[in-house]
């Protein structure tokens, strides 16, 4: 059975910083481009940081340049997410992705609240 489990996620206060986990199962996720999106209440899921299947390029959106940072152990079959320096806006319920030419696989998510 295909799937993907996000962990990690939780409340914490502005500044303070969380480490996402998303463990695949079922398959192989080394070829597959890996992805973290999120979704704020009332708002549309958006892309936050991406990493390549090959070459493991990232890029990031605007909004979390310099404080995110996506990584990809494939013996462990397993992405993470480093979210440092995080902000209020940061809130999201974050969900992990997997693509490629097989098919786009995503996790159930996992809640990040940003809160004094």
């Known amino acids: 059975q295909v799937q993907l489990v996000e962990s990690g996620g939780g409340l914490v206060q502005p500044g303070g910083s969380l480490r996402l986990s998303c463990a695949a199962s079922?398959?192989?996720?080394?070829?597959?481009?890996m992805s973290w999106y999120r979704q704020a209440p009332g708002l549309e899921r958006e892309l936050v940081a991406r990493i390549t299947s090959d070459s493991g390029i990232t890029n990031y959106a605007d909004s979390v340049k310099g404080r995110f940072t996506i990584s990809r152990d494939n013996a462990k079959n397993t992405v993470y997410m480093q979210m440092n320096s995080l902000k209020p806006e940061d809130t999201a319920v974050y969900y992990c992705?997997?693509?490629?030419?097989?098919?786009?696989?995503w996790g159930q998510g996992t809640q990040v609240t940003v809160s004094s």
């Open positions: 992705n997997a693509l490629s030419f097989r098919g786009s696989y």
């Open positions: 079922g398959f192989t996720l080394r070829s597959y481009v």
